[in-house]
C-alpha cells in the first residue's frame, strides 16, 4: 500500500480529518500501519481533490505542496467579510454591482504574476503563531505580500437577479459549481450591461495562491466588495475530480478490504518527470546511497525503477545519478 488516494473533499471537513479517513480504512480493511498524509490543505469550507499518500508516496508529498492548483470559486458581490468567505462577520457593504463587461475586463489585470496579500485568516505564522489564532483573539494581522503566479482566470458562470447565466459549456458543472443548475446553459450568457450578484470564475494558479484573497482583490478593482462562497478545487498537480473518491466510497472499499482498487500508483505523484529504468546492480547501489557514474541520460530530476519497482526519485547531472528521496518497497511474492 504505497501509492495515492484521491478524495473529493466534502464541505466542512478538515484536511487531517481526511487523513484520518483513510487511516481508517486501512486499519478497517487489516492492511496494517502505514505513513499517511495530505498533498496540499484544503480550508474546509472548501471541497475538491485532495490527494492524500500512503506509505512511502508520503516523501512525495512536499513536492505535490509545490505544484499547481486550479480552482473554482464563486465571488458574492457587495459584502466583505473578515475571513474573505461565508464564514466570517461583514465587514464592509456595497450597493456597487459590476457588470459582465466590467468583469471581464479586469481578469487580465490578475493574470500572471501578481503581488497578493494573504488573508487575515490563514494558517500562515507571524512570531510562531498562526494568523487566524491571532485574528480570532482580536489581534490586528498585517501580512506582507508575497509573489503568485495565476496562469488563466476566466468566468464560468454568473447570477443576474435570481436566474444564473452559463459562460462556458467546457465543463460539467457538478464538478466546477455543486448546487448550480445542472447544465452551464441554464441561461444566456449575460449582457454587457446587466448587473451581477455573483460570479464563479476558474482560475490556474502557482502554489502559495490564496483564491479568497484573489476574490477580495477582483471585487475591489471593479469598485465594490465582495467575499467567496464557494470554493472547489478541481486538480492539485497531476490529480483531478477523475480520480476522486467520496468518503463514503472510501469507507465502502475499506470494509471490502478493496481499497487496491482506487490506490494510485506511487509513480502517479511524479507523472511530470521521465522514469529511469535500473539494473539490478544499480538499484542496490542506488539503495545503499551511492552515486551511480557514467550514466547516459538527459540531465534532470528522473524517476529510477527497477523493472516495476519504484527505487528512487533522482538527479541526474554530467552522467552522475544522485538519490534524492529513496524508497523502501519491494515487489512481491506474487508478482516475483
Not at 289 to 310: E, H, K, S, Y
Amino acid at each position: 500500500m504505497h501509492g495515492w488516494i484521491i478524495l473529493d473533499k466534502p464541505l466542512g471537513l478538515g484536511s487531517t480529518q481526511g487523513v484520518s479517513a483513510v487511516k481508517r480504512a486501512l486499519r478497517q480493511g487489516g492492511y496494517g500501519k502505514f505513513k499517511v498524509g495530505h498533498g496540499g490543505t484544503l480550508d474546509p469550507l472548501a471541497t475538491g481533490v485532495l490527494p492524500i499518500a500512503v506509505g512511502e508516496a508520503t516523501k512525495l508529498a512536499g513536492r505535490l505542496l509545490d505544484s499547481d492548483k486550479v480552482y473554482s470559486f464563486t465571488i458574492r458581490f457587495g459584502e466583505q467579510t473578515d475571513t474573505l468567505d461565508a464564514e466570517g462577520a461583514v465587514i464592509a457593504t456595497s450597493s456597487v454591482r459590476p457588470t459582465a463587461a466590467a468583469l471581464e475586463s479586469v481578469l487580465a489585470r490578475f493574470t500572471g504574476p501578481v503581488a497578493q496579500v494573504p488573508p487575515a485568516y490563514s494558517a500562515l505564522k507571524i512570531d510562531g503563531e498562526r494568523a487566524y489564532d491571532l485574528a480570532r483573539a482580536g489581534e490586528e494581522v498585517v501580512l506582507a505580500s508575497r509573489d503568485v503566479t495565476i496562469f488563466s482566470l476566466k468566468s464560468f458562470l454568473a447570477r443576474v437577479g435570481g436566474a444564473f447565466a452559463g459562460r462556458d459549456g467546457e465543463a460539467a458543472m457538478s464538478d466546477i459549481a455543486p448546487g448550480r443548475p445542472s447544465t452551464s446553459f441554464a441561461s444566456p450568457p449575460p449582457h454587457a450591461g446587466e448587473e451581477l450578484e455573483e460570479a464563479t470564475l476558474i482560475a490556474h494558479v502557482s502554489k502559495g495562491t490564496y483564491i479568497r484573497s484573489l476574490a477580495r482583490d477582483i471585487a475591489l478593482a471593479l469598485g465594490t466588495v465582495g467575499h467567496v462562497t464557494m470554493l472547489r478545487r478541481t486538480k492539485a498537480g497531476p490529480f483531478d475530480l477523475s480520480q476522486a473518491i467520496s468518503l463514503d466510497k472510501l469507507g465502502e472499499l475499506g470494509q471490502a478490504r478493496a481499497l487496491e482498487q482506487i490506490l494510485l500508483p506511487l509513480r502517479a505523484g511524479l507523472d511530470d518527470i521521465p522514469a529511469f529504468s535500473l539494473t539490478p546492480d544499480q538499484a542496490g547501489a542506488l539503495r545503499q546511497g551511492r552515486v551511480l557514474a557514467g550514466i547516459a541520460a538527459t540531465d534532470g530530476a528522473a524517476f529510477a525503477m527497477l523493472d516495476d519497482v519504484p527505487v528512487a526519485l533522482v538527479d541526474v547531472l554530467a552522467g552522475e545519478v544522485r538519490v534524492v528521496r529513496g524508497f523502501n518497497v519491494t515487489m512481491s511474492k506474487e508478482d516475483s
